[in-house]
């Protein structure tokens, strides 16, 4: 079984529209993330949230706007879509917020904005 | 800002050779590091985490510690053509990754 699945794996959509991704895990973790990777390959982490609360939010367009329906689910829905937001977006979760806390990433989204 | 630096290679090791990868990070309150593998259109993977000073080992892999020169790095003992990826450091407290360094294994 998949411990992080996300879909749809692949994403092609024009400018303006408003998509979402969506990202479960079966682990019993606590803690979930969305991270941006670029085309340079810089992985980058959007939100975090423990039991469904929000506990980061890094600089990013309020276009993206993360929901957690259970702690089990982190999905990101994105507004207005620009051509930079063509990336691949990565769910990870986590047992805890703990220094020694692994994160189990998901296999990706890829988001391409034309 | 945070920061987390890696040289982006590719480093280049014949098969059998010791790879050593490099990482260092501007926090100096930065208490746990995380190296991850990630290969062409994968998502990253663990291989190992650190947060003492000196060395951690797992089979081949060997993280060090310097928190005093705020450096971690990795060694990958007997590389295998198979290891060949992207090595990603990350800082666990504040979810911040490095740029990541690709490793040529050539057979």
Not at chain 1, 13 to 21: A, C, F, H, R, V
Not at chain 1, 90 to 110: K, L, N, V, W
Not at chain 2, 56 to 84: C, H, M, W
Request: hydrophobic fraction near 30%; charged fraction near 20%; glycine fraction near 6%.
């Amino acid at each position: 079984d998949t411990a992080v699945s996300q879909t749809p794996k692949y994403l092609v959509t024009q400018m303006g529209n408003d998509k979402s991704i969506k990202c479960e895990q079966n682990l019993g973790h606590d803690t979930m993330y969305w991270y941006k990777q670029d085309s340079k390959k810089f992985l980058k982490i959007m939100f975090s949230y423990n039991n469904k609360e929000l506990i980061i939010n890094e600089t990013v367009p309020n276009r993206f706007s993360p929901k957690s329906p259970d702690k089990a689910h982190l999905n990101l829905h994105i507004n207005s879509l620009e051509l930079g937001d063509s990336a691949v977006y990565f769910c990870a979760s986590s047992q805890a917020q703990g220094e020694t806390d692994t994160q189990y990433f998901g296999p990706g989204t890829r988001l391409t904005v034309l | 800002q945070k920061e987390v630096e890696q040289n982006s290679g590719p480093l280049s090791v014949p098969e059998g050779a010791i790879a050593s990868l490099n990482c260092t990070y501007s926090d100096r309150g930065s208490q746990s590091f995380f190296w991850y593998r990630q290969y062409s259109g994968k998502s990253p993977e663990l291989i190992m985490f650190i947060y003492s000073n000196g060395d951690k080992e797992d089979g081949r892999f060997t993280a060090q510690l310097n928190k005093a020169s705020q450096y971690v790095s990795l060694l990958i003992r007997d590389s295998q053509p198979s290891d060949s990826a992207t090595y990603l450091c990350a800082v666990k407290g504040t979810l911040t990754f490095g740029k990541g360094t690709m490793l040529l294994v050539s057979p």
